[in-house]
């Protein structure tokens, strides 16, 4: 599972323009997602730093508008340290349960499934006593569109 969603994460950060890097040691952080532009007013390159995750627990389009996730509190609390240098976000990857469902190849195209979804949990609050329920809104699916409108909003010196 996790190969796959760095392969999604790849396409995505390819098809916006953005370029990867990967911390060592990692720390609880993924990867570097960065993108240069000159409309960037905070710096000429904006950085963001994702958390990876994926799960079969949870099936594709998930009803209304948030699904549930567990995190340790641990992860938790280092994703919603604020206030920070250098935004977090966390990437879920719903995945079907059988690995032979998730990847179609064609000769128009290639279909990774299911979907990654991102939020930002900056500020939210430990509840649990070991891990911690959070909640990704199913409106934020992460491809190159989102992933370029959350670039532009971190260049204009906003958050994610």
């Known amino acids: ?25 990692d720390n609880g952080i993924d990867w570097h997602v960065s993108h240069s532009a000159p409309e960037h007013t905070v710096d000429d390159e904006v950085t963001i730093k994702v958390q990876l995750k994926c799960t079969y627990q949870i099936p594709p389009h998930p009803p209304g508008d948030a699904f549930s996730f567990t995190l340790d509190n641990a992860h938790l609390v280092k994703l919603a340290r604020t206030p920070v240098s250098v935004h977090k976000i966390l990437v879920v990857m719903l ?18 499934r299911h979907c990654c979804y991102w939020t930002n949990l ?14 990704i809104p199913t409106s934020r699916i992460f491809d190159d569109r989102a992933l370029c409108e959350i670039m532009a909003r971190v260049g204009a010196g906003g958050r994610p």
Not at 95 to 112: F, T
Not at 126 to 132: C, I, P
């Open 95 to 112: 995945v079907p349960r059988s690995q032979e469902d998730w990847l179609r190849a064609g000769h128009e195209r290639l279909d990774l």
């Open 1 to 25: 599972m996790e190969t796959l969603q760095v392969g999604y994460l790849h396409a995505v950060a390819a098809a916006a323009g953005c370029s990867l890097s990967q911390p060592f040691p």
């Open 122 to 135: 900056a500020g939210h609050a430990v509840t649990g006593r070991h891990r911690t329920t959070v909640r």
